[in-house]
């Protein structure tokens, strides 16, 4: 009851090749491929950059305190 043989995989294999035919299946293959690629390639020299430019010290953001005196509605 867990899990699936392999005939039901190849009759769901099956029916997907008949829904959508071997040259759009293939097409979204290479393209998921070129989209892996292409992620793992940014993925690369997002790695470069940080190797090069060293220890940076980390920026934070500044705490304005501040207080509000009057409340004004402006008309557009």
């Known amino acids: 009851m867990g899990s699936f ?3 039901h995989w190849l009759i769901v294999l ?7 035919g071997t040259k759009k299946l293939r097409n979204m ?11 793992k390639d940014g993925m690369r020299e ?9 220890a940076t010290p980390q920026v934070t953001g500044k ?7 009057s409340k004004t509605e402006s008309k557009a």
């Open 29 to 39: 293959g290479a393209d998921l491929g070129g989209a892996v690629r292409g992620f």
């Open 5 to 7: 043989s392999i005939w």
């Open 46 to 54: 997002s790695g470069d950059k940080s190797g090069e430019a060293g």
């Open 63 to 69: 705490v304005v305190e501040g207080e509000v005196k």
């Open 14 to 20: 099956l029916i997907v090749m008949l829904i959508f």
